[in-house]
Nanobody
């Protein structure tokens, strides 16, 4: 059983900062990729905001490049999203998504999990 628990978020004014955290349980589940997605409005699809692989590759969406930073603490199994200079268009529900695998005697068994979602609201 793997639990993906998010924390952080809230309401701030434009130009301020927030940090989101995502804790992944079960050390037998080996993390390959961790990402943050967001849904800006109920009728919109989730979009990828940032991703980070176990080898250190990072990717940020053009809309957040230069303002957001994704990082991780391997020992704590936590991935962070530092969001600076937030703007009203960053408002939405942010989701943590992790991809990884379990090793058995013969193969790697792959799974992915989503966090519960965290509301971020930016006022102008």
């Amino acid at each position: 059983q793997v639990q993906v628990v998010q924390s952080g978020g809230g309401s701030v004014e434009a130009g301020e900062s927030l940090t989101l955290s995502c804790q992944v349980s079960n050390t037998f589940f080996l993390l390959d990729k961790m990402a943050w997605h967001r849904r800006q409005a109920p009728e919109k699809q989730r979009e990828l905001v940032a991703e980070l692989t176990s080898l250190g590759y990072t990717h940020l969406a053009d809309s957040v490049e230069g303002r957001f930073t994704i990082s991780k603490d391997n020992a704590k199994r936590v991935v962070y999203l530092q969001m600076d200079n937030l703007q009203p268009e960053d408002t939405g529900v942010y989701y943590c998504h992790v991809e990884g695998h379990y090793n058995d005697d013969y193969d790697a068994i792959r799974y992915d999990y989503w966090g519960q979602g965290t509301q971020v609201t930016i006022s102008s």
